[in-house]
Structures are given as structure tokens and as C-alpha cells.
């Protein structure tokens, strides 16, 4: 199979280095001729000289004509900032749709405008800036040639002006926020315009409407006037103060408290190079995980919060695929303290990225001191691929009494991973893949040691076809990154077309058929979800999806299908059995949205499995956003478990009372996890990327309602830069 794969990738070696899509369309920036105000009035000298963006093409619901909602959009800058001011005419007449003032807000369900810019002009990285209608902001890095990180965050500034036929505008984004090459006079750049009321969304360069706007395959470009100023030295120190008091009344422990200090920095290495650096950090402020109804036999992924981590990690978390990643950064530190750590990542040249990490945690009474590492080179090539490689190494030491070093993956000696991937990304992002290559290093564990995966796919407006393999070693073991399942071969093929009626109230409609079969390291069959769906997107973008599958397993480990009760299926148990499910998403324009998901069919054992998760939204725009979620699901097996059902509810309020000051309540209620959670965070951002939060959690037993454990934190961080 991957033989095949490497076939089809030099076939088409030819359109990965095309030409760039969109480079007639060109916008000039010069530099300001006067100063600028943010204040989203345009009454500048500057902005009267500035060229013009006009003319946007639509995106959806087609892509074959003009944008009916106009955008103006002009640019200027000046020693220090790059400004831009963005001119929204409202399509139809009433008040713009916003969820609320909240940071980094879903752009679907926002009036919004952003923008893209490709710094280095290599169609694969970035940054976004932009703000929805009543001035909400977005800002985050840019990876893969169309992913947006929004956990970056840097100091920037923005206003947004409401009138009666349009709303503007303007931002000032200093140029030692953002990373480009010295001395280039070419950025890519698109503009994006979502505007609910009309269900338009619309670009200034056009995107075919397979693609986000924010695929920068498709971007314009900004051509300077002269090369942009350099952005100087950049030295950024995030120092934090938190007090906090908790309780652990499951344990009958004494209230505890304490005063913590630590600290943040960002040193520009140089105008493409950042070194990051922490000492005791605190993730106290972070947002709860969103649990879930579990059905499987193998770990569930819960994705990485905390900022440190997030920010600029693509070159980390996207190494592999979603089941098979060498490094993890979850793995790190949720168990013991973090002492340290220090993260190298950025641009070497317009070709090579490159990123180093280094961890350092405390031991304690159950787990060793351990030290992580990890390497990550990325190499461009043709139009927008690359070839990246990774290195991944654990290392433990001052084992605690009684805990003596094993092949655990909590107390091991140590753990190493080495690798390679190439990612394929052709110049119009028609076709997309990978071939990736993984070997680790474990006391005790040699031999099947390593992994091969590859995936194709094409897609344009009206097809989508690929396949997908996996081959994971008995003794592959990753213990810093996210690898479920081991000893397993996985073929995944899948096809699916669009129909594009010429009118009526659907868009386009059509079927997929996607089969997803597994097999042990002798190729026999260990299980199978194989599903045809069919789905219909209306005008209106809601969606209405209809699903029927086909389940095969045979357990290799004992498995307890309650995943509650603790009574197993014994290994070799054979099960196989059919199920039909239904979901819709309402319109996303409304006040009011909702979606839900039937889940109807067989279960192990030859049960009966029924579920339902209904999602309810309300906002009271912009200051309110209230989220419901509530699963409920109900299992019918033989003896020993009977019939179980399972409620998960969890409602979440957002109260923007200004786009710097926030409250979010976050609370879930999980039967089969036994646990009820209470999570109150109040932030005020008291100057750009300066925050003061209280943050407030509470666990307790359903039945009875017991308190388990308590904790109210005092967090306060600040900006310093140069």
C-alpha cells in the first residue's frame, strides 16, 4: 500500500510546484501619510491616501460570482505598526449577529471581518488578526497553510464603530508582535467577510468554496512600497502572583493554601526566531475539559489547554496523526509540578522551521523527577509540502521510595521517539497527504517498535476521495505522546460527491461511504465501523446529515461495555451489530441555535444502545451567551450489567460585559463519571494581554450530593516589554 502512495505522490510532483493561484490580485501598501487614530473612524489624512480592496467574491453559499455584501478594505503603516481599517456594509437591514464580546469568538456564528497574512510569502504559515461586529478580537498564528492557533496571544489594538449601513474597522498591529523575513517586499494577504444575515461569507482574493478562507494557497499579495521597517529588539517578561485556598473533603484534609509566584518570557531571537521561557508556571485559569458520555475501550483524547504549550506549537502537536502522535504535551507536568522549561520555535530561513522544547518536573510521592525533550525540523518543499523530522525523549530520575523504575510508562527509565513525515499539500490544495515514519526506544521493548502510516486525498467541489493506512508495532511505545491503541494494521478508504441543485432552499446534497477496518499484526480482522451517510446542506447553512454503519469487534483485552460497573466481556468475545443516526444544525444567523444527534442500533453482546445530544444556544447579543448540552444515553445488555442510562448535562453561560471584562460558568453534571463540576472564571483585561482572574471550582458526588473538593484562586499576570 504505501508504495502505491509514493507512486501517486510523484505523479503529481508537477502541480505541487505550480504557480501561486492568486497573484494577480495585488494590493499596495504604502506608508502612512499622516497619523492614525484606532478609533473606527476614518477620517485620516492617511486613509484618504491609501489605496482600496474592493470588489470581494463570494465564497458561500457559491463561488461563482461577486460578493452581494460590499467591503472596503485600506492599509498603511508607519515606523512601529502596520494599520488597516476594514469598511463592513451591512447586506440587510437590523442589528448585527454576535454571540458576545469574548476573544477568539467561532466564525461561523459572528458577523465578522479578518484577515490573513503570510508573512514570509511561503503559502504555509502566518497570522490572523480581525474582530466580529460589536468588536470582539481575534488574533492567532498560522500553520498547515489554512489552521488558525488561537491561543496566540500578543499586544495589539483594535476599535470597531457601529452606524446605521455599515460598521468599521481599525487596528494598529505592532511589527514586533509578528514574524516575517527582513528586507521582503511580498506578503500574501487575504481579507474575509462572514455576514449572517445575508449567509454570505466572502473573500477579497477568491476561495473556492471547498476551502476556509484562511487557506493561504489562495491569498493575494501585499506589495510594499519599500521593505517593512525592522521590528527591533523584543523582549517580553509575563510575570504572575496568584493566591489560592482549597479543600479535599473526600480525603479529610485540612484547608489548604498558599502564594505562588512565577513567570513568563518572549525573547525575539531574531525577526523570525522566539525563545520562550517559564519558571514555576500556573495553568490555574484554564478552562474545565469538556467530558463526554465513554464507550471506548482505549484512552479518549482530552486536548491541551494551557497556554504555554499551545502557542505557536503546531510544529509539536501536528507531528503524526490525531491517533498516533509522538508527543503530547498533555503528558506533561498534569501529574507533578513543572519546575521549568524553555521552547525555541520559529523560522530559520524562508524553508527551514524549527522547534526545541524542554521541560523540567518535580517528583513526587508516586512518580520519579522527569526531564522531556523535544526536536522538531521542518524542511519546505515544492509549493507548499514539507518534509519534517522529530526527536522525543523522556528521562526519570529520583525514583521515590517504593517506587522502583519499570517499563510504566509513569516511572520508566526512559522513552524515545524518532521520526519523519512528509506532508503533501499541492499549490491549489486539490490533493493533501501524508507518509509518516516512527520508532521508539524502550527498556524491555524491542522489535515491532515502530510505525508506518500514509494518507491521499483529493478534493474539489464535487469530489472527495482518499485512503488512509496505519500500521502500529506491538512494542511501539510513545509515552509522551497520544498513541490509543498498539499491534494494529488500519486500512480507511472513503469517497464522496456533492450535487449542486440550481435553486430551491438546498445548497448541495450528497453522499459518502467510508470504510474503517482493522486488523492484528497477522492480518486477521479485529474490528470494523463501516458507514454510508448522506448529507444536505441548505441555504440557510443548516445541515442535515443521516448516517446508517456496520460494527464488527473481537476483543483482544477484557472490555467492561458500561465502561460503570466493572463487570468485563472476556477476551476473544465476538460482537458485530448495525446502527442508524441522524443530526442537524440549525441556521447559525439566529438568536437562538440548536443541534442535535439520534443514535439508534445495537450494542457488545447483542444490547441495545439509544442516544441523544441535543446542544441549545441563546445570546442575548452582545452581552449574554448561554450553551446547553445535554447527552442522555441508554444500554440494555445482558446479565451482569442490565440496563444502565447515562445523563450528561452541561450548561455554560459567557457574560461579556466589555471585550475586556468576562465571566464564564461552566457546569457539568457526568452520571457515569460520578462527578458534578463547577467551574467560575471572572477575567478583566486591564491593559493588552495583562489579565486579573478569579477563578472558582467545585466538585461534588451526585448522589449524595457531597462536596469532594473546593479551590478559589486570585491570579494576576502582566505584560513588560521593551
Known amino acids: 500500500m504505501k508504495y502505491i502512495f509514493t507512486l501517486i505522490y510523484c505523479i503529481f510532483i508537477l502541480q505541487l510546484s505550480a504557480q501561486k493561484k492568486n497573484s494577480k490580485y495585488v494590493y499596495h501598501i504604502r506608508q502612512a501619510t499622516s497619523e492614525i487614530k484606532i478609533d473606527g473612524i476614518m477620517d485620516e489624512k492617511a486613509w484618504q491616501d491609501a489605496d482600496s480592496a474592493i470588489d470581494f467574491h463570494m465564497?458561500?453559499?457559491?463561488?461563482?460570482?461577486?460578493?452581494?455584501?460590499?467591503?472596503?478594505?485600506?492599509?498603511?503603516?508607519?515606523?512601529?505598526?502596520?494599520?488597516?481599517?476594514?469598511?463592513?456594509?451591512?447586506?440587510?437591514?437590523?442589528?448585527?449577529?454576535?454571540?458576545?464580546?469574548?476573544?477568539?469568538?467561532?466564525?461561523?456564528?459572528?458577523?465578522?471581518?479578518?484577515?490573513?497574512?503570510?508573512?514570509?510569502?511561503?503559502?504555509?504559515?502566518?497570522?490572523?488578526?480581525?474582530?466580529n461586529a460589536?468588536?470582539?478580537?481575534?488574533?492567532?498564528?498560522?500553520?498547515?497553510?489554512?489552521?488558525?492557533?488561537?491561543?496566540?496571544?500578543?499586544?495589539?489594538?483594535?476599535?470597531?464603530?457601529?452606524?446605521?449601513?455599515?460598521?468599521?474597522f481599525e487596528a494598529a498591529i505592532p511589527f514586533k508582535a509578528i514574524r516575517y523575513k527582513k528586507g521582503i517586499t511580498e506578503w500574501g494577504i487575504n481579507f474575509s467577510r462572514n455576514d449572517l444575515k445575508t449567509t454570505e461569507k466572502s473573500a477579497w482574493a477568491p476561495v473556492p468554496r471547498q476551502f476556509p478562507t484562511a487557506s493561504l494557497a489562495y491569498t493575494g499579495t501585499l506589495f510594499w512600497d519599500n521593505p517593512p521597517p525592522e521590528a527591533g529588539s523584543n523582549l517580553a517578561v509575563i510575570p504572575y502572583a496568584l493566591t489560592s485556598i482549597s479543600k479535599d473533603y473526600a480525603d479529610h484534609l485540612p484547608i489548604a493554601t498558599k502564594a505562588e509566584v512565577g513567570a513568563d518570557a518572549k525573547i525575539a531571537m531574531s525577526s523570525a526566531l522566539n525563545l520562550d521561557l517559564t519558571v514555576n508556571p500556573d495553568f490555574s485559569q484554564v478552562d474545565a475539559d469538556k467530558q463526554v458520555i465513554d464507550y471506548s475501550r482505549f484512552e479518549l483524547f482530552y486536548p491541551e489547554t494551557r497556554q504555554f504549550f499551545l502557542e505557536n506549537g503546531d510544529l509539536f502537536n501536528n507531528f503524526g496523526y490525531a491517533t498516533i502522535r509522538p508527543f503530547f504535551s498533555r503528558r506533561i507536568g498534569l501529574s507533578s509540578n513543572i519546575i521549568g522549561g524553555a521552547r525555541l520555535n520559529g523560522k530559520l530561513d524562508k524553508n527551514w522551521r524549527i522547534g526545541v522544547m524542554d521541560m523540567q518536573t518535580s517528583s513526587n510521592d508516586s512518580l520519579p523527577a522527569q526531564n522531556f525533550t523535544a526536536v522538531v525540523l521542518q524542511r519546505k518543499v515544492f509549493a507548499r509540502s514539507n518534509i519534517g523530522f522529530m526527536f522525543v525523549d523522556k528521562e526519570a530520575f529520583g525514583f521515590p521510595a517504593g517506587v522502583a523504575p519499570s517499563s510504566?510508562?509513569?516511572?520508566?527509565?526512559?522513552?524515545?521517539?524518532?521520526?519523519?513525515?512528509?506532508?503533501?499539500?499541492?499549490?491549489?490544495?486539490?490533493?493533501?497527504?501524508?507518509?509518516?515514519?516512527?520508532?521508539?526506544?524502550?527498556?524491555?521493548?524491542?522489535?515491532?517498535?515502530?510505525?508506518?502510516?500514509?494518507?491521499?486525498?483529493?478534493?474539489?467541489?464535487?469530489?472527495?476521495?482518499?485512503?488512509?493506512?496505519?500500521?502500529?508495532?506491538?512494542?511501539?511505545?510513545?509515552?509522551?505522546?497520544?498513541?490509543?491503541?498498539?499491534?494494529?494494521?488500519?486500512?480507511?478508504?472513503?469517497?464522496?460527491?456533492?450535487f449542486f441543485p440550481k435553486n430551491g432552499i438546498i445548497l448541495s446534497h450528497g453522499p459518502q461511504i467510508n470504510f474503517s477496518d482493522y486488523y492484528d499484526g497477522s492480518f486477521n480482522p479485529t474490528d470494523y465501523r463501516d458507514y454510508l451517510s448522506y448529507q444536505f446542506i441548505f441555504?440557510?447553512?443548516?445541515?442535515?446529515?443521516?448516517?446508517?454503519?456496520?460494527?464488527?469487534?473481537?476483543?483482544?483485552?477484557?472490555?467492561?461495555p458500561t465502561n460503570f460497573t466493572g463487570a468485563m466481556l472476556p477476551t476473544g468475545a465476538i460482537s458485530n451489530w448495525e446502527n442508524a443516526e441522524l443530526s442537524y444544525f440549525s441556521q447559525?444567523?439566529?438568536?437562538?441555535?440548536?443541534?442535535?444527534?439520534?443514535?439508534?442500533?445495537?450494542?457488545?453482546d447483542n444490547g441495545k444502545k439509544t442516544s441523544l445530544a441535543f446542544d441549545f444556544g441563546y445570546r442575548f447579543q452582545p452581552i449574554v451567551n448561554i450553551a446547553w448540552s445535554t447527552t442522555v444515553s441508554d444500554i440494555q445488555l445482558p446479565q451482569p450489567w442490565g440496563e444502565n442510562t447515562f445523563w450528561l448535562i452541561g450548561p455554560k453561560v459567557d457574560v461579556t460585559f466589555t471585550n475586556k471584562f468576562f465571566l464564564t460558568g461552566y457546569y457539568q453534571y457526568n452520571q457515569q463519571g460520578r462527578n458534578f463540576n463547577i467551574n467560575t472564571r471572572l477575567q478583566y483585561r486591564f491593559r493588552p494581554a495583562s489579565d486579573f482572574f478569579i477563578v472558582y471550582t467545585d466538585n461534588y458526588l451526585p448522589r449524595p450530593f457531597n462536596v469532594k473538593s473546593r479551590m478559589l484562586v486570585f491570579k494576576m499576570t502582566y505584560w513588560l516589554n521593551n
Not at 478594505?73 to 488597516?84: G, H, P
Not at 524515545?416 to 521493548?445: D, H, Q, R, Y
Open 59 to 131: 465564497v458561500l453559499p457559491m463561488d461563482t460570482s461577486l460578493a452581494k455584501v460590499r467591503t472596503t478594505v485600506k492599509m498603511a503603516y508607519d515606523k512601529k505598526n502596520l494599520y488597516i481599517i476594514a469598511i463592513c456594509y451591512k447586506g440587510l437591514p437590523g442589528p448585527n449577529m454576535v454571540e458576545s464580546l469574548k476573544r477568539d469568538f467561532s466564525f461561523t456564528k459572528n458577523d465578522n471581518f479578518i484577515f490573513f497574512m503570510d508573512t514570509f510569502n511561503d503559502l504555509t504559515s502566518g497570522y490572523s488578526f480581525g474582530a
Open 588 to 604: 447559525p444567523q439566529q438568536l437562538y441555535t440548536y443541534d442535535f444527534t439520534f443514535d439508534y442500533g445495537g450494542y457488545y
Open 539 to 560: 441555504r440557510d447553512r443548516s445541515i442535515l446529515t443521516g448516517l446508517v454503519e456496520k460494527d464488527y469487534v473481537k476483543l483482544l483485552s477484557p472490555f467492561d
Open 134 to 168: 460589536a468588536g470582539a478580537e481575534w488574533d492567532g498564528t498560522m500553520y498547515n497553510g489554512g489552521n488558525v492557533d488561537l491561543n496566540w496571544t500578543n499586544k495589539w489594538v483594535s476599535a470597531v464603530k457601529d452606524y446605521p449601513d455599515k460598521y468599521i
Open 408 to 498: 510504566q510508562p509513569n516511572n520508566s527509565k526512559y522513552n524515545g521517539n524518532i521520526g519523519m513525515e512528509f506532508n503533501l499539500a499541492s499549490a491549489t490544495n486539490a490533493w493533501t497527504g501524508k507518509e509518516l515514519v516512527l520508532k521508539s526506544f524502550t527498556p524491555g521493548k524491542d522489535g515491532h517498535d515502530y510505525t508506518d502510516a500514509g494518507n491521499l486525498q483529493y478534493a474539489d467541489k464535487y469530489w472527495m476521495i482518499g485512503a488512509e493506512y496505519e500500521y502500529v508495532g506491538a512494542n511501539y511505545n510513545a509515552e509522551v505522546g497520544y498513541v490509543p491503541r498498539d499491534g494494529y494494521i488500519r486500512l480507511n478508504p472513503y469517497i464522496g460527491y456533492l
